[in-house]
């Protein structure tokens, strides 16, 4: 008895902590909100995506996604204006243009290469004969 009383209280409470996610009557529209929110960080979780976020922030955002949908923004606007409010850390592919984009992803193949020549010219180094000794006279 005493169980069920606490999977009552349970059930009680977790009804009032869930926000309702309430979906935009529109499928296209709907299907471009969930695609954007799978591409925006959520502020207060480290690396998850607003869609699958529990967090109110995260609740919130997904409103404001849809909100900004319903209203007709496109998805580049909707990304401005969450990289303009949180910054750029809020979007999973930041921006790939300017010298800081380039160096972002073109950067670890840049050191993978640099290393791979370390790497060639300290094997070559190791395999390269070593000079005669002349034999010490007695």
Known sequence: ????????????FAGFAAAEDVALEN????????????ELRCVACENEPISQSAAPIA??????????IEDGASDDEVRGWFEDRYGEFVLFRPKTDGVAG?????GPFLLLLVGALIGIRIARARKAPAEPVAPEEV
């Open 59 to 68: 609740e919130d955002m997904r409103a404001r996604v849809r909100v900004m």
């Open 27 to 38: 499928p296209q529209q709907e299907a471009r909100a969930q695609s954007l929110m799978r």
């Open 1 to 12: 008895m005493k169980q069920l009383v606490v999977i009552l209280i349970s059930l009680v």
């Open 102 to 106: 380039w160096l972002l992803w073109g």
